[in-house]
């Protein structure tokens, strides 16, 4: 079956960096486009950023942009986001996730077949 599974999450103070990481595994990851998305408490799940299925183009929230960077390692069925400058408005749940729906806009959750499990992203100031 399908698994994406995030890791490198973690407590961190203000103006900090991380790197998240996500392998996928019982699909064609290169058929994919990849999302990362988070959740605060109390709040609906946000997109972050977005990355072709080729890795040639990227997409990313207002909010993230210039402080995250996503990229994919197709050989290794792996989508990162690096996240540098980080604000604790950005502490949430980071969830990824693999759509082949390309009806949907990159931003919308319905174009996701698949989502990760989440790690957490704590953010001190």
């Known amino acids: 079956q399908v698994q994406l599974v995030e890791s490198g999450g973690g407590l961190v103070q203000a103006g900090g960096s991380l790197r998240l990481s996500c392998t996928a595994s019982?699909?064609?990851?290169?058929?994919?486009?990849m999302g990362w998305f988070r959740q605060a408490p109390g709040k609906e799940r946000e997109f972050v950023s977005a990355?072709?299925?080729?890795?040639?183009?990227?997409y990313y929230a207002d909010s993230v942009k210039g402080r995250f960077t996503i990229s994919r390692d197709n050989a290794k069925n792996t989508v990162y986001l690096q996240m540098n400058s980080l604000k604790p408005e950005d502490t949430a749940v980071y969830y990824c996730?693999?759509?082949?729906?390309?009806?949907?806009?990159?931003?919308?959750?319905?174009?996701?077949?698949?989502w990760g499990q989440g790690t957490q992203v704590t953010v001190s100031s």
């Open positions: 996730a693999a759509g082949s729906r390309l009806q949907y806009n990159f931003q919308a959750y319905q174009a996701y077949d698949y």
């Open positions: 019982g699909l064609t990851f290169t058929s994919y486009r």
């Open positions: 990355i072709s299925r080729s890795g040639g183009a990227t």
